[in-house]
């Protein structure tokens, strides 16, 4: 879902979230004071994470329902440019007035004070409950997620059927075994970018959560279990693409965006992804015979990755309130969901709105919705930001070769140390 980040973009980050926590207070304050009424304001301004392809039909609809006000976007890609730029706006006071809630700072912006409680809100029931839920503390919501998204090896059936694919496989070696096939045809089997845990792994480490009732995380955090214990044997299975060469090392380099142009070009079978990714594909190339497949298991288990989608936000001190919480209603409404489901093909789940899925999230979309789906810093209990930075350190160097499974089960454990 977002670029590749150098170590010192990493550490300028953590710095950035260091910063955010020391003027927490302070902005928490100065919110009942903020002379940001916005009450004579006709611009909007919103931080998409979003592209400007993907979000200019929602705000011309927006400006065109609204003629009194107007909305200047600004886009940067997520996770980790995001989250920096907002933290480093919100530290400097000059945060727009929407911008994206998620997994990685929900706890600052929440505990920080920095995002208006959208509880009272009208539309409020319209969020399903497990959105609600994501970005919710002590009862009061914070964010307004209007999706859920899942993500597996998304395929090129076209592509694969050249290689002999005839039906999903159902064991992680049977997908060991069709990347090989794929490999022998001259084709790279499989990509997933290295800016993130990966689709894969965070699948092969959903079935080690669901065998302890969904509570792998809260255990770690609480002492009663480990990354080495939990992480170890689901990275020695996802480690096998590296080994057996469906995956090639190289990847460690890869960005999300460069993931996504080798598949649209044709120059790589399958990759790991969200349905989040599909619309963008769709538009750039209409003609991919395409399916989304579950995650095999070494104990053929299928699993997806996925979570609830990033929420919108209002600003504390939002400059222009009113115009913010208008604009916030309309991205939930039935008709900003549709405009975003027509642009992105999301797994829509807010309540006035039913969407017409594409056909190769027809298996993927009953586990979304059931929420039979696992994403690790989603289910993080704190520190999730470094965690992620952490991670995304440790799994780079792993599939560069450089540490093993344990090493980097071994690191999480360090760094989770390190911070409580």
């Not at 260091?18 to 902005?27: E, N």
């Not at 969904?214 to 609480?222: A, E, F, L, N, T």
């Not at 115009?323 to 549709?338: D, I, R, T």
């Not at 799994?395 to 989770?416: C, N, R, V, W, Y």
Request: with cysteine; net charge neutral.
């Amino acid at each position: 879902m977002s670029l590749h980040t150098s170590a010192p973009t990493r550490r300028r980050v953590i710095r950035a979230l260091v910063a955010l926590t020391a003027v927490a207070t302070a902005a928490a304050a100065l919110t009942g004071c903020s002379s940001g009424s916005g009450s004579g304001s006709k611009t909007v301004t919103f931080l998409s994470w979003d592209p400007k392809t993907t979000m200019q039909p929602l705000i011309d609809e927006f400006q065109k329902e609204n003629p009194g006000l107007t909305v200047k976007a600004s886009y940067t890609p997520p996770v980790t440019q995001y989250v920096q730029k907002l933290q480093t706006q919100l530290g400097s006071n000059t945060a727009p007035d929407v911008f994206i809630i998620t997994a990685e700072n929900k706890h600052q912006l929440m505990d920080g004070g920095f995002v208006k409680d959208l509880s009272g809100e009208s539309w409020i029931s319209n969020i399903a409950p497990a959105a609600k839920d994501t970005y919710s503390k002590s009862g009061k919501v914070y964010g307004a997620a209007v999706a859920s998204w899942g993500g597996g090896i998304l395929i090129n059936k076209d592509l694969a059927a050249k290689a002999g694919y005839t039906a999903p496989p159902k064991t992680w070696q049977e997908f060991i075994d069709l990347g090989t096939k794929l490999k022998d045809t001259g084709v790279t089997p499989f990509y997933e970018a290295a800016d993130g845990i990966p689709v894969t792994l965070s699948a092969l480490l959903g079935v080690e959560n669901a065998s302890r009732d969904g509570k792998m995380d809260d255990q770690i955090w609480s002492g009663k279990t480990s990354f080495e214990k939990t992480w170890t044997d689901p990275v020695k299975t996802w480690n096998e693409l590296f080994e057996k060469g469906v995956e090639p090392r190289t990847a460690a380099g890869l960005t999300g965006d460069q993931v996504l142009q080798q598949f649209e070009q044709g120059k790589v079978a399958m990759i790991g992804t969200g349905s989040w990714a599909l619309g963008g594909i769709k538009q750039a190339a209409p003609n991919l015979n395409l399916d989304y497949l579950a995650v095999p298991n070494t104990k053929g288990d299928l699993y997806w990755c996925g979570a609830v989608s990033p929420g919108y936000a209002i600003n504390a001190k939002a400059k222009n309130a009113a115009g913010a919480e208008k604009f916030v209603e309309f991205l939930q409404s039935k008709k900003g969901v549709e405009l975003y489901q027509k642009e992105t093909q999301s797994i829509t789940t807010t309540k006035d709105f039913t969407p017409d899925l594409d056909p190769s999230l027809s298996a993927m979309a009953p586990a979304v919705r059931d929420g039979k789906i696992y994403l690790p810093a989603v289910n993080w209990p704190s520190h999730a930001d470094a965690m992620t930075s952490e991670s995304v350190a440790l799994l780079q160097q792993t599939i560069s070769g450089k540490i093993t499974p344990e090493q980097f089960a071994q690191g999480m454990d360090t760094k989770l140390k390190s911070l409580q």
